[in-house]
């Protein structure tokens, strides 16, 4: 692993990664409801991990910068779940993709989204739009495979804070790709076993 010392302001540094008490102890927000809201509702999805056999071997998932040079690595069971969340630039609200391994493939699962703000919304017959209970809403049951197991992004600046969210071995993690490539362009994609593979090993 390239990086060798992720921390977080309320976290403890373990084997390379910000260990933290709670997910809502690194994605500080300005409305305390939303502080628990995510608290809640993030590591208790998160948490459900692999709860379904699966025939597909583990995975990694990881953030390569524009040269391919791997910035972060996640090991992956097969049905683990991770989100990416940021900070709306308008609003300030954090928002979250939320995705899982499933089946060999990338997927994205659910979306939160506190608000219809710019660039935000729910598209008819993508997923089912439900309350939160606090204002804004989940778009559940999008169940979209990624394509190519991948995609690119363009990170925002340390107030946006575009980070990922994911629990292994029942803690909550949390790195922040702002922190390492703000305003770079990265690619979070899936390397499976197979992808490891030499051809003399085929």
């Not at 502080?35 to 025939?55: P, Q, S």
């Not at 994205?108 to 204002?135: C, I, K």
Request: hydrophobic share 40%; charged share 20%; glycine share 10%.
């Amino acid at each position: 692993m390239s990086v060798a010392s992720l921390s977080c302001s309320a976290g403890k540094r373990v084997a390379g990664w910000a260990k933290t008490p709670a997910l809502s102890s690194c994605c500080r927000v300005p409305r305390i409801s939303l502080h628990r809201l995510l608290a809640g509702a993030i590591a208790g999805w998160l948490g459900l991990g692999a709860l379904a056999a699966d025939a597909i071997d583990g995975a990694t998932l990881a953030v390569l910068d524009a040269s391919g040079q791997t910035l972060v690595e996640v090991p992956l069971a097969p049905g683990m779940r991770w989100c990416l969340g940021w900070n709306h630039s308008v609003r300030k609200f954090p928002v979250l993709d939320c995705y899982r391994y499933q089946q060999g493939r990338m997927v994205l699962e659910r979306s939160h989204q506190p608000d219809f703000a710019a660039g935000l919304g729910h598209t008819p017959g993508r997923g089912e739009q439900v309350s939160d209970g606090r204002g804004g809403y989940w778009i559940e049951n999008i169940d979209e495979p990624v394509p190519g197991d991948r995609y690119t992004l363009r990170v925002g600046s340390p107030t946006v804070d575009h980070r990922l969210l994911w629990q292994a071995a029942g803690d909550e993690h949390r790195v922040s790709l702002s922190e390492l490539a703000a305003g770079e362009r990265v690619t979070l994609r899936l390397i499976k076993p197979e992808d490891l593979r030499k051809p003399d090993d085929v």
